[in-house]
């Protein structure tokens, strides 16, 4: 085949036999086309790297193949359970080091981390970090995600050495809870595999029981790496992206061919895929969820006059704003001053070794002074150095005379815009007195906004200058189109609606709650507030809001209906429908059972900790807070500035459990390079999907005092029904011994009835037994405190270890006091729930709870209680399906 020319025969959907001839630089439709089948061909041959050549028809030696990439996250009222799973094989006669890196939001706790290398498995385990080493840490990090490049992520990274022609696989969970900024949710996963990948896959879900307004996904973000994606139509979805919703569920699926992905871009990094998203509320104080003794309040009133402004802008008019950066942010200006409102009140300050101030009081929004203000902008020129002290110094004093002369500051809201490129040089250099001096002058009575410009700027003097007082921060780089993202950026916060929140619940009723004063509320945002209600028998929940606007004082009072859970249910039922909790899910976060308000709790809790840490002055205080956020990040398993991240391997190996180098994070997942050397493992079959929270879970499955839902979608009809069985009684819920193999049996346990029940007992399944009989004989016991496998072997695992096991056509994964998974030749899947209590009443047992996930591998004939034909694999539109425990509405199967 000629270097020059590379001539194809392709077969794809609508194109049968096609050929044709290509030569390097070809245009238009015909050239891109066959540019991306060239790059298809490379990736066949294992050619993915654009520098290799496709010669003489043979391929030639390259790096490691990344066989699969896919992305699953499941969003549960605006919380976000995100797992990645990576398989690369080296196909190299030698070994050879292979790096998996992920861009991860900066706002995401890590929560797991494993590697599995031929059949050896490294399981992550969160930890205490010693103390010492924790300002060494912070150091590293700061260095590193200034270099990431990407606004809003960090980069997490782990190296191995995998044995030539061997396999390794990479699962990454991280979960974050959504802001809500210009009245949407966004979801943004990074799909940059750095290769064409033969399975590339993005599913998101999105569950919100208050209902879907709005939903659309965006055309790729593309990498902010010049040159490395083609253009896309702003209207256009990423190709092959396939939307399935209703009101409350929607069910988003990214699956480019490889064709698909070279036309993006060539080199495999293909970009950001995001999901924005809003919901619908009611004209009230808000929404409050309540499941298994925790509270989330999700906050956004609309249709309110907007609060009057008080606003300073303050600009880097110093040697190394010239050029671009500071044309840009001049028209970003133009652009703001005309969006401010009549009864706004501005002043503008261009700074560099000296400090400007265009008037000395703040004037009012009429058409002179916004043209004054425009040409004062105009004429600014760059020179000197950057004096961010002083510039910062006289902005918060005109907003504080301002203020207290004009007696308005119950009626408006005084903020900063505070715009620079750079760090400090002039007047104050050093960062602590900076923040000390900006804290005492403000006074907690004026919200600062940073936004930092380019590779230079100190972005974390920024960060901390906003969350110090009241503000927000973003970080533009200079490739970037600054002023578009100045504009966005003053959006959010060109609204203010209420000012002074502060949001009450009875002391009595609730404990542990999150933060509960609020400086400002901007339209289209949304304030967010967790706890713990007191007593799980409360019926309703007092919440009185009160707040400034632009007219009156504001008191919103309510009684919140609270659902008490069904005696004896202290756990949460699985999401059932398809793949919905196949997603990444919550292992329960040390405190039980997986729940998504418990998880949104400690999400908030733990990052309210240790901003209280990072910030106290006092060192009792300070080394308070940091173990109080260490024991809850712990508990959590969050990767958090004070918890690290220890690789044990675990699995078929008897060989003790060895510790790696350890991994941590700072304020969020950190930049981190994990290397791992050892032993070459023997070559091995690759385990399939070996992380638990990616659940598949179908409506057919057996719970509780068991209750049984069984799905019929050809008949458009689903059967809910109990058994009455006794203590001791074996029930037989799938028998296919003579197709599939596959036989699964359930042994009942007894306990009294509740209080007031009808019943006089309840039961519940202390024993699931599976048999698998293809390709090789398996016996299967599963209990809430031990899993038996035995097919020639005798292995025990227990319960509280994550662990994942695979022999022939068999796949066993624990997740630690969570749920167990088995996987039988891929196509039979059953997931089995553990359900622990921590203080179990007289009438509560520890209980399983028995699911089948796929059924793509039981024959017609399959019978029992669970059993008959397997469900249709079309989808269809989900319904609200009766649950003993609670209704979700879930996709059929």
């Known amino acids: 085949m000629s270097m020059a020319a590379a001539q194809l025969a392709v077969v794809t959907p609508g ?18 086309f066959w540019n991306a089948c060239i790059q298809a061909a490379r990736f066949l041959c294992g050619l993915a790297s654009e520098s290799q050549n496709i010669a003489s028809g043979v391929c030639s030696k390259t790096k490691p193949l990344m066989t699969e990439f896919s992305v699953k996250s499941t969003i549960i009222s605006r919380y976000a359970f995100t797992t990645v799973s990576c398989r690369m094989l080296n196909r190299a006669s030698e070994d050879q080091e292979i790096e998996f890196q992920m861009k991860v939001p900066a706002a995401a706790f890590i929560t797991n981390f494993t590697m599995l290398i031929g059949d050896k498995v490294y399981q992550g385990e969160i930890r205490e970090r010693e103390k010492r080493t924790g300002d060494k840490v912070k150091e590293k990090r700061n260095k590193t995600s200034e270099d990431d490049g990407e606004k809003g992520t960090e980069t997490f990274r782990a190296s191995v050495v995998i044995p030539s022609k061997d396999k ?18 966004e979801h943004v996963i990074s799909v940059r595999p750095q290769q064409l990948v033969g399975r590339l896959t993005v599913e998101v879900n999105v569950l919100e029981r208050s209902g879907i307004t709005s939903l659309e996904v965006l055309r790729l973000q593309h990498s902010r790496q010049k040159g490395s ?24 699926i990214f699956k480019p061919s490889v064709v698909q992905q070279a036309k993006i871009a060539q080199n495999g990094i293909l970009g950001d895929f995001i999901v924005r998203y809003d919901v619908n ?98 004429h600014m ?18 907003l504080t005379d301002y203020v207290a002369h004009d007696d308005v500051g119950d009626r408006s809201v005084s903020l900063v815009i505070f715009l620079t490129d750079g760090k400090p040089t002039v007047g104050e250099t050093h960062t602590l007195r900076i923040l000390n001096n900006t804290r005492e002058a403000a006074r907690g009575q004026i919200c600062i906004f940073t936004i930092g410009i380019g590779n230079d ?32 950026f003053y959006d959010e916060i060109r609204t203010p609606l209420l000012s002074d929140i502060r949001i009450d619940y009875p002391p009595a009723a609730v404990e542990r709650v999150t933060r509960t004063l609020f400086p400002n509320y901007f339209n289209g945002s949304e304030i967010v507030i967790a706890g713990k209600l007191a007593h799980r028998t409360v019926e309703r929940l007092h919440v009185e809001v009160t707040a400034s606007n632009s007219k009156k004082f504001v008191v919103l009072k309510a009684d919140v209906p609270v659902e008490p859970p069904e005696v004896g249910n202290d756990v949460e039922p699985p999401e059932v429908g398809n793949d919905v909790a196949g997603s990444a899910r919550p292992e329960g976060g040390g405190y039980g059972d997986p729940n998504h308000v418990q998880r949104l709790w400690s999400y908030l809790s733990t990052k309210e900790l240790l901003s209280a840490w990072l910030h106290s002055s006092d060192e009792r205080d300070k080394e308070r807070l940091r173990q109080k956020a260490q024991a809850l990040a712990v508990a959590s398993r969050f990767l958090t500035p004070v918890t690290s991240m220890h690789l044990k391997r675990s699995g078929l190996q008897t060989d003790k459990p060895e510790d790696a180098q350890s991994m941590s994070a700072a304020t969020g997942p950190e930049p981190v390079m994990q290397s791992l050397r050892g032993a070459s493992p023997q070559p ?87 048999l698998a009989n293809k390709p090789e004989r398996s016996y299967l016991e599963i209990t809430p405190s031990r899993v038996i496998l035995d097919g020639g ?76 034909r397997p469900p249709s694999r079309r989808v269809e539109r989900r319904r609200q399906v009766p649950r003993a425990k609670l209704l979700l509405p879930v996709p059929l199967a």
């Open 15 to 32: 194109l049968s036999g096609v050929t044709g001839s290509v030569r390097p630089g070809d245009s238009g439709p015909r050239g891109e």
């Open 281 to 378: 509320r009611e004209p009230s104080i808000g929404d409050i969820q309540v499941l298994n003794g925790y509270f989330v309040h999700y906050f956004a009133p609309k249709d309110l006059p907007p609060l009057p402004k008080n606003v300073v802008f303050v600009l880097d008019s110093s040697a190394s704003m010239v050029g671009t950066k500071l044309r840009q942010t001049k028209d970003a200006l133009f652009t703001i001053l005309h969006d401010l409102r009549p009864q706004d009140h501005f002043n503008i300050i261009g700074f560099s070794n000296r400090i400007k101030v265009w008037k000395d009081h703040l004037v009012s929004v009429t058409p002179d002074n916004v043209r004054d203000g425009k040409v004062y902008i105009h």
């Open 229 to 252: 994606v083609r253009g896309e139509g702003d209207s256009e979805l990423p190709p092959s992206t396939v939307i399935n919703q209703n009101d409350t569920f929607a069910k988003i």
């Open 457 to 488: 700027v100190d972005f974390k003097l920024l960060e901390k200058l906003s969350l110090e007082n009241c503000g927000l921060t973003r970080h533009v780089l200079e490739e970037d189109d600054a002023g578009s993202q100045l504009v966005g």
């Open 684 to 770: 091995g079959p690759a385990l399939k999907k070996p992380y638990t929270p990616r659940i598949k879970v179908s409506k057919t499955s057996v719970d509780g005092d068991p209750h049984f839902v069984v799905d019929f979608p050809l008949s458009n009809l689903t059967v809910c029904f109990n058994i009455d069985g006794q203590p001791g009684d074996i029930l037989r819920l799938v028998s296919d011994h003579a197709d599939s193999g596959v036989t699964v049996n359930g042994e009942l346990i007894g306990a009294p009835a509740p209080p007031g029940g009808h019943k006089k007992q309840r039961t519940y399944f202390r024993t699931i037994t599976i």
């Open 381 to 398: 020129s760059p020179s000197g150095g950057t004096d961010i002290n002083g510039a910062l110094q006289r902005a918060i004093r005109l």
């Open 168 to 185: 390794a696989a990479f699962l990454l969970s991280y979960e974050e809870l959504l802001q809500r900024r210009l009245g949407k949710y």
């Open 793 to 868: 072997d005798r292995l025990v695992l227990p319960c509280n270890r994550s662990a994942v096991v695979g022999r022939r056509g068999l796949e066993v994964s624990v997740s630690a006091n969570a749920n167990v998974t088995v996987t039988i030749q891929g196509t039979i899947a059953f997931v089995v729930l553990i359900h622990l209590y921590k203080k179990p009443a007289p009438y509560q047992r520890d209980h399983l709870g028995f699911y089948i996930s796929s059924s793509r591998g039981l024959s017609s004939s399959c019978h029992g209680l669970l059993g008959g």
